[in-house]
């Protein structure tokens, strides 16, 4: 009986998001994009819908004029897994996905002029995947070869959202070279981070498609794939599990991650957390009557006559005054020393010019 | 010489004044080519409007103009566009002056050297006439007055009008042998802009010549000469610092002003070869690339001064020159000044080498600056190597321009003195060339 409210109240969370983000553009990067629609797929897969994905891509593979295979982005090598297809739905593409926009979309501080499917409208019991992949150093990932976001923004970012109430439990995957360096500076609670190698340790990308011409995915994410190609949303498979996936001699980084932030075991925590959408529906058979003959609401505050007087808008720019403005008296004035000085200078360097018998004129 | 120079001040400030009522105003003032963060008007009304607010106008990096320029417009800013045609004036009527008296030294020269026998007997087409010489002052302000750029910058209402009128100044003062006013115009100038401090050896060097004071380094006239020239020259650029103080009461105008031109923080595109490199510059390395530049800078008065030591003002033009060329932020004002000098060493012509090529070069840069420009920043289908290229080209062009006026005036000088026609030891004809 314990067992069983134990197993209940494992997660706290109610609802799942992803944040899925690919930062690099041009075709040589088709491997990025690649990575991130195939976490795309499973997570589509395995229930999370799409109006709880906030899916970012740098660049459009499947329509890129250099792509022998219009509107497919593959994942395995000879053409197996198009990973593309007419349900996928791109929330921010090509140039929209900068630093900013990405931070704005995990703070919640958006315009309000952004549509729904742009926004990550979590709660304090969401719980939020984040993966991320592109071109990355130590303490830096790269965004469009133009900008990049630093470990310390990130860890800020998060710390925004803990402190909003934006998530219940939040795993971040990343997939760059030393990728480690960009989990180091979390500080806020119930964070677990995955990441495909170490400080200066290089992530490699896996295979090379001779018919594209281009590496088709990294090798982290797709033993990561691999791995989340068996799992079902009833899978008890648990985050440990997805520790050991990728091992050096596979991927020749050694992957790493951080679970010091987490609050209950990783043993205990299922894939499905994060990457399903697993509701948890309890069944009871009791009945809850409703009355029927509820009384009238009754309003607590009179109705109080407000003095009305015909509104109209504040007199923004008052053009009236403006243009029958006199000029501005100047406020400041050169002190009178430095004007006694300057021509009394300008007076002596003239005498001394052209002699001193010019005096007598002056006076 | 009177009514043609009026009608030329006329002419000038016909144009300008009709540029200044055409749309035309507003889109050069915007240019970068002329108006630099140094000179810039839009920057001179922010300063103004600063202190009227009660806040000094050196906070914030937007103003980097001298105090004395504040108090200039304190009182004329309603009547800018007068004040800069003025200046234009009276920078072509110094320019006159000062090359009508120069020509008198250059014959009084020739004359003493014709007369003690040091030029060789088949120079005669070589010797400058006063026939031909006589509209030269002329041709001078003119080349000043109506020189497009010159107009495009009195028109942006640049400060750069200024420096060049207080330079002027002080080339009229030198040439008039006045040593005091010269060190006063001097001191002046390099408060404006701290690069024509490198104008202090050609002046010396003029005004040694002027004295009959020979320039051995051993001889003690020269050295005494030397001193006053410098204190004199030292002490008014004190005073005029100290006086720049009381205006404001604070020092900030040393940072604003001298740290800005040295230490080069602002990165705006302009005609120069600063901006390019440091945009793309490590930070750790950038304190030693603006030693290097600046250093290039003053770099080749010395050497200057050895080869060109009898011929100071030409070594002036040349200064000039190196001035507009390497400072950190050159616009196309400082470049009119030295080519305002150009008719003078029109004799030159026979001895140039590629003028054609070069005054080609230099028009079609002047072209393709806006278009560039366009190009990058509107249409968005150029980037800054476009421009840059352009700039290091029009550079280019100048070097080239100065050298080759520079060997010109070496070989001429070499032929008066050995002839025309020279010959190899084995009796060929021989050909000089600038090592």
Redesign the interface.
Known sequence: FQDQAEQFFRSGHTNNWAVLVCTSRFWFNYRHVANTLSVYRSVKRLGIPDSHIVLMLADDMACNPRNPKPATVFSHKNMELNVYGDDVEVDYRSYEVTVENFLRVLTGRIPPSTPRSKRLLSDDRSNILIYMTGHGGNGFLKFQDSEEITNVELADAFEQMWQKRRYNELLFIIDTCQGASMYERFYSPNIMALASSQVGEDSLSHQPDLGIGVHLMDRYTFYVLEFLEEIHPASQTNMNDLFQVCPKSLCVSTPGHRTDLFQRDPQKVLITDFFGSVRKVEITTEALSLDQNVTGFESKFPEEELATEPLKYAEQLPVAQIIHQKP?Q??????G??IL??WA?IIM?FF??YGIKHMKHVF | MAAPLVLVVLAAVTVRAALYRSSLAVFIAERVEVASPLNAWKRVVEGLALLDLGVSPYSGAIFHETPLIVYLFHFLIEYAELVFMITDVLTAVALYLAIQDFNKVVFKKQKLLIELDKYAPDVAELIQTPMEMHYIPLKVALFYLLNPYTVMSCVAKSTCAINNSVIAFFILATIKGSAFLSAVFLALATYQSLYPVTLFAPALLYLLQRQFIPIKLKSKSFWLYTMQYASLYLCSLVVIICLSFFLLNSWDFIPSVYGFILSVPDLTPNIGLFWYFFAEMFEHFSLFFVCVFQINVFFYTIPLAIKLKEHPVFFMFVQLAIISIFKSYPTLGDVALYMAFLPVWSHLYRFLRNIFILSCVLIFCSFLFPVLWHLWIYAGSANSNFYYAITLTFNIGQILLISDYFYAFLRREYYLTHGLHLTRQDGTEAMLVLK
């Open positions: 501005k100047k406020d400041w004035h050169p002190p020393g430095f000085g300057l200078l360097v001394k010019t």
